[in-house]
């Protein structure tokens, strides 16, 4: 403003821009949100994964975001720093969910405001006149609409609801798939098609109070150089304050406060370990870090398919027991086993086994699984059992839940085979242990129940000096007795 302005038109001039920024604020949101990291995160993936979802809390900004990109997409609008998928032409682009009133609620909202539209993400000015047309069924509920593209063309918005039939799925080719909540598998697939042909993109936002139904176990349990996924919890929403989420979080049922505040699957009553992970997690720094006075102890559940491994580190005095490493192993070589086991714990660790590290490992040597191992420098300890020399995996069960229960047990933060087999670790109708997807919980069954072979690092490297002695002077005495022989 200049300075020989009078105090009546410094006054007009700021009344002016502060209609200009209300008027942005209300009718332009496209270039006002500022996505978070974890938003920002999921966006880039966008430019290498054709399928994507945000497996997330309530509240964490999951659908909105999903909502800000598409409509990114619709009008061909980038922030400059923009990391993921674009489109250089008009699109045509599906949003769909639960319900008609749930999309008019939700996506609806986000994408064109409420009636007058064009307060949503979609800019007012982007809306072509007369392009809005409106569905037959639920009052207020948009059919589809056309929004003005930057390269001078038309892009295309459709809504659609889960509890459509299949046939109103059924069409031409999408450039743009938004998923909001979770879908049934058989539309889920239906409008990937749609997708496929045009080399377009899906997307999927929920919180999986569901539990890990089929297109959670998608993302989550079925590697894919096409299809990744990113989690949000209530502590990457920023936009939320520690007020709020404590609030909602002291409102959320127990039993659902798992998915509802961090995005885990819900598995009810069925769920094998109700503790909450985050009453579990803690952050390992490496074995460099530890305090020497801990004692290790490595366990393992053999299979012949899939390897179980898990290494802790307990402090006898406190009785906590810390898993900091734990994976598992798909079709690997006994030779392939024994390297990554090295390579996790390179000062030779023990190792507790199940009792089934006894059984014949080598048909042709009729060797025990376990002295297979062993004869590749593992230090084999087992097999491990209860004091009535039994095995019940429910005893084992109780055992480990009675440890995490009372802050008995912590797992590194990062260790992801161990995270989801605990979040699908459940019961059957008639109370049975579901036998699949277990074997790091298993290992690390076996490892509690192997405690009294931990050794402080100092201890076990005493061992192995002895242990390497010994050797050398047998091969000593083995060499003399020849050359006396001689």
């Given at each position: ?62 659908s909105y975001v999903c909502c800000w990109e598409v409509a990114c997409h619709l009008t061909g609008q980038y922030r400059p720093d923009w990391q993921g998928r674009k489109f250089s032409q008009p699109v045509k682009a599906w949003a769909a969910g639960m319900n008609a009133l749930a999309v008019r609620e939700s996506i609806q909202t ?198 179980g491994w898990a290494l802790g580190a307990w402090d006898k005095d406190t009785d906590v027991l810390y898993i900091v490493d734990a994976r598992v192993m798909s079709g690997a070589s006994l030779f392939e086993q024994v390297a990554m086991i090295k390579a996790a714990a390179p000062f030779n660790v023990p190792i507790a086994f199940p ?116 050797r050398a002077g047998g091969v000593a005495m083995a060499k003399g007795l020849m050359m006396d022989g001689l």
């Amino acid at each position: 403003m200049s300075e020989r302005m009078t105090e009546t038109e410094r006054l007009s001039e700021i009344d002016r821009i502060v209609d200009q920024l209300s008027e942005a604020e209300t009718f332009n949101k496209l270039s006002a949100f500022e996505p978070s990291i974890k938003q920002r995160e999921f966006i880039a993936l966008g430019k290498r994964y054709p399928e994507r979802a945000i497996i997330a809390a309530n509240r964490s900004g999951k659908s909105y975001v999903c909502c800000w990109e598409v409509a990114c997409h619709l009008t061909g609008q980038y922030r400059p720093d923009w990391q993921g998928r674009k489109f250089s032409q008009p699109v045509k682009a599906w949003a769909a969910g639960m319900n008609a009133l749930a999309v008019r609620e939700s996506i609806q909202t986000h994408l064109l405001g409420p009636e007058p539209f064009g307060t949503g993400l979609i800019p007012k000015s982007a809306l072509v006149d007369g392009g809005i047309r409106m569905s037959r069924g639920v009052g207020g509920v948009v059919d589809s609409a056309r929004v003005r593209h930057v390269s001078g063309g038309e892009s295309t918005l459709v809504f659609r609801s889960y509890d459509q039939t299949r046939d109103a799925w059924m069409g031409s080719e999408v450039h743009v798939m938004f998923f909001d909540e979770q879908p049934p598998m058989d539309l889920y697939i239906e409008g990937y098609t749609r997708t496929t042909t045009c080399k377009g993109i899906c997307m999927a936002s929920f919180t999986p109070l569901k539990g890990a139904g089929d297109v959670v176990a998608l993302f989550q349990d079925d590697p894919s150089p096409h299809r990744a996924y990113v989690n949000m919890t209530l502590d990457d929403a920023p936009f939320l304050s520690a007020e709020e989420k404590a609030r909602m979080i002291a409102s959320w049922p127990a039993h659902e406060l798992e998915a509802r505040s961090r995005g885990i699957p819900y598995l009810g009553t069925g769920k094998v370990y109700q503790v909450p992970e985050s009453s579990l997690e803690f952050d390992y720094r490496g074995l460099d870090n530890m305090p020497n006075f801990l004692h290790h102890v490595g366990a393992i559940d053999f299979g012949t398919q899939k390897m179980g491994w898990a290494l802790g580190a307990w402090d006898k005095d406190t009785d906590v027991l810390y898993i900091v490493d734990a994976r598992v192993m798909s079709g690997a070589s006994l030779f392939e086993q024994v390297a990554m086991i090295k390579a996790a714990a390179p000062f030779n660790v023990p190792i507790a086994f199940p009792h089934d590290g006894g059984g014949v490992g080598d048909r042709i040597s009729m060797k025990p699984v376990a002295q297979l191992y062993r004869e590749q420098g593992l230090d084999m300890q087992g097999p491990v059992q209860f004091a009535d020399k039994s095995n019940s995996v429910e005893a084992g069960i109780q055992i480990l839940d009675q440890r995490m229960r009372r802050g008995g047990l912590k797992v590194a933060r990062h260790l992801q085979d161990f995270w989801k087999e605990y979040r699908s670790y459940a019961r059957d109708d008639n109370g049975r242990v579901k036998k699949q997807n277990d074997h790091v919980l298993d290992a690390v069954r076996y490892l509690v129940m192997g405690l009294k072979y931990a050794r402080t690092m100092d201890a076990i490297r005493d061992r192995a000096t002895r242990r390497a002695r010994s050797r050398a002077g047998g091969v000593a005495m083995a060499k003399g007795l020849m050359m006396d022989g001689l």
